[in-house]
């Protein structure tokens, strides 16, 4: 497959005239006049477009989006607990099967390639995810409650390990859902077979409070105490840290799933960026589900992120648009260990974006990465991930039987 004289971005900056060659799964070159060596013959014209390497979303509950509008307006403890824990001990896994494919649609038309989800009938989740062909990082959800999920987890990682879009990790939901003996266990498991670990993290301010008075120390000092933290460890929210957990979490290497919208509209708080950043903590961005969010949009978490911090410390020259774009970008490629990027040699997973739009306008050479990240408001037509093309000039095969089936399961769901 060869994908057209695009536009692409290099070193922040608009280059044009670019030929992208897809043999298979990956991409074969990059350049001006590259050619196509696949011999399949297919041409993707790319004039006036943007092509970019996948984003990331590297937190999330796919499932959600049937919950999506259900539950506005409340903090997170009394959220999860009257509203959507009821609601998630009547799924099933036609939920799971129609949620994951409404979420998938709207990942699609974000840009978004791979996907980092924890959440229940995760076998139903990878098979939907591979049925739109997106690539995702999957665990099932471990709670105390639910000792047939622990059970699970080990069997859950034998079946997909040698997936080619699916990659299954270890899913402790929290230090206050997960006693020490689960926590244990997952870290077990996940280094027995080298596999990701997936976990909420010091999320609101009475979480970590309480937890200290209980426990005598913070959530990051205690899983550090557990010899749990490492760069296998993806940390969602990281709202509210210390100086000393951002040290711990920065010296460990844990990937932080920082996740703007939602800890906004639950009123989390705002998380500490410049500290994490100044420490060196690797930090990329996620959408959590589509419930407290309510959208599955890195380009939206991306401006909330760069504007949130800023005005949060009187700074706008902090989180410039290229560290932003980084967090959805190399950040979680590095984090979740994939060969990503416009180059020969990386999986073939990206998008391209018309340029045609007014947010793209005036586009000069320099500014493009501003334009991602504080305007860009979607027009994204194409996206391909392993060399296979989930929408095509903004067409995604499927997508209106999948609108249907998700409105009836969420009826359904409501009337169980
Ligand atoms: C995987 C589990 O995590 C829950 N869940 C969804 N969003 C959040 C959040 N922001 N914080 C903690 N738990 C959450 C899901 O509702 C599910 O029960
Ligand atoms: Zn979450």
Redesign the pocket.
Known sequence: MLIRNASIVAGGRLLRDQNIAIDGPRISGVGPGIADESGDGEVIEGRGKLAISGLVNAHT?LA?TLFRGYADDME?MPW?SEK??PL?AKLTAEDIRWGVKLGCLEMIRSGITCYND???FMDEAARATKEMGLRAVLSG?LFDMRPDLIEDAEPFIRRWKNDDLIVPAV?P??VYTCSEETLSRALDLAEKHDVMIHI?LS?TRSEVESFAKNRGKSPVEYLDSLGFLSDRVVA??CVWLSPQDVSIIADRGVNVAH?SI?NHK?ASGIAPLDRLARAGARICLGT??AS?NNSLNLFQEMKTTAIAQKCAHSRPDLFAAGEVWRMATENAYTAFRLDMGLRAGAIADLSLIDLKKPWFCPLADDNIVSHLVYSAQGGVETTIVGGRVLMRGGVIPGEEEILERAQEQFNDLLAR
């Open positions: 509950h959600m997170l999860l959507i824990w998630e924890m959440y229940y959800v899913g939901h929290a909420h999320e969602a929210h996740c939602s639950l959590d589900g407290s």
